[in-house]
């Protein structure tokens, strides 16, 4: 027969994981608390950054629907002088209900010295 040796941690593995979780949800009772606004936005722009390697310019759109939120953000893809020749592009992030990043995709490329390039009327 072995003995363990008692070193005061926990052996209960759902101790150990709910430590790890992320502030606001506890495994065992579901979420605590949704994040608000501000605290998701900020949340998603720094996600954002640390995927794609672009700083977040300003946010167009914010948005929270039936799967999460959904935000557009503005990112500056390629400096180039003079500046306004720089080449930006929109895309639109989506998060799930806590605030954690599911999803993003470019919507479209423009020079920054340009008027909205989207186009209205289904063309």
Not at 21 to 47: F, H, I, K, N, Y
Request: glycine fraction near 8%.
């Amino acid at each position: 027969m072995v003995k363990k040796e008692n070193t005061g941690e926990s052996q209960d593995p759902r101790e150990s994981r709910s430590a790890q979780e992320p502030r606001g949800e506890d495994e065992a009772r579901g979420p605590v608390s949704r994040p608000g606004p501000l605290e998701v936005l900020r949340e998603a722009r720094a996600q954002f950054a640390e995927l794609t390697g672009l700083s977040t310019e300003s946010v167009t759109t914010f948005e929270q629907t039936e799967d999460g939120w959904s935000l557009e953000v503005e990112v500056l893809e390629l400096a180039r002088v003079p500046d306004t020749m720089s080449l930006m592009a929109s895309y639109r992030v989506e998060l799930d209900p806590r605030g954690r990043l599911t999803g993003y995709r470019r919507l479209h490329r423009y020079e920054r010295g340009r008027a909205d390039a989207r186009r209205t009327g289904g063309h």
